[in-house]
């Protein structure tokens, strides 16, 4: 059964405009959520996280909001810009644990 | 970016031969991971290492061993490859220690092909 549910495996936006990627979790023990990016034939690189205690986290033109009650993130990007087509994966973790569980990532396409 | 190379980068290789994928780091970190990259499976984590000759199982460990025998170097073998196992394999690192966030750093990866 999937921990983590990234439910759009695409998803096309113009320039300019607002990407809003969205990943759902089940168990509400997790408590640390990251999202990376990946382009083709690279490795995945951390963007963003957020802890349970908070709901929102930003850092330049991207924010992560945390819905607990809804087991619910997303990651807004604003301006979305070319470069920012990629696969988008975000990950889930409890506090004090090595692992995170990925969710099948989304593809983001930014058409200028 | 953190000190991570995977070795081969491509490999193409037969049904029932042994294969073995390397992650080396330069960073010290003291976990390293191995994860497969399928379509409509984003990264699954396989194996896993917390420590030098301390390893752990992942999700999908069946047909996977792995070995870390110093810091930098942990292992990756598919004992008798199979045609299920063709993917994209990603090595990553962390110094976890208590922070607050297990922040991974991923490396290339290895595209191989079991033909």
């Known amino acids: 059964d999937q921990q983590v549910k990234q439910n759009s495996p695409s998803l096309s936006v113009q320039e300019g405009r607002i990407s809003i990627l969205n990943c759902d979790y089940t168990?509400?023990?997790?408590?640390?959520f990251l999202w990376y990016k990946k382009y083709p034939a690279e490795g995945p690189t951390f963007l963003i996280s957020?802890?349970?205690?908070?709901d929102k986290n930003e850092d330049g033109r991207f924010t992560v909001f945390l819905n607990k009650s809804a087991k619910h993130l997303s990651l807004h990007i604003v301006p979305s810009q070319p470069g920012d087509s990629a696969v988008y994966f975000c990950a889930i973790t409890q506090g004090g644990s090595e692992k995170l569980v990925f969710g099948k990532g989304t593809k983001l396409t930014v058409n200028p | 970016d953190a000190g991570i190379t995977q070795s081969p980068r491509h490999k193409v290789t037969e049904t029932g031969t042994p294969v073995t994928l390397r992650c080396h780091q330069t960073?010290?970190?003291?976990?390293m991971y191995w994860y497969r990259q399928d379509p409509g499976h984003g990264l699954r984590l396989i194996h896993y290492?917390?420590?030098?000759?301390?390893?752990d199982k992942g999700e999908v460990s069946d047909g996977y061993s792995v070995s870390r025998s110093k810091t930098e170097d942990f292992l990756l073998t598919l004992e008798s490859a199979t045609s299920s196992q063709t993917s994209v394999y990603f090595c990553a690192i962390s110094d976890f220690g208590g922070r607050e966030v297990n922040e991974q750093f991923f490396g290339p990866g290895t595209r191989l092909t079991v033909l």
């Open positions: 957020i802890s349970s205690i908070k």
């Open positions: 168990n509400s023990m997790f408590d640390y």
């Open positions: 960073e010290n970190h003291r976990y």
């Open positions: 290492s917390y420590g030098v000759k301390d390893t």
